[in-house]
């Protein structure tokens, strides 16, 4: 089976997210109010083979811990749906 995948990637909590305060700092200059706590990550987007959904999952899994995402400071959130074949 071919599913298409989405890994967000985001700093976990209690890590310093320098680019989510630089987002939140200028939006506050721009005039947008009542933001607090802004983080900044990344998607990552992929069509992948795999028998079962279970397994699609375990993979991509071990594609973050290998690669993807940084286990230290990143925390990570896997989605997949079919596409059929």
Wanted: glycine share 8%; net charge negative.
């Amino acid at each position: 089976m071919i599913f298409q995948a989405e890994v967000l990637i985001t700093p976990r909590e209690g890590v310093l997210d320098t680019q989510g305060k630089a987002v939140e700092k200028t939006l506050t200059h721009l005039g947008y109010k009542g933001l607090d706590e802004v983080r900044v990550g990344k998607i990552v987007t992929m069509k992948l083979e795999a028998d079962s959904e279970q397994e699609a999952i375990k993979e991509l899994g071990s594609m973050c811990s290998d690669l993807l995402c940084n286990d230290l400071i990143e925390t990570f959130n896997i989605s997949v749906r079919e596409t059929g074949r």
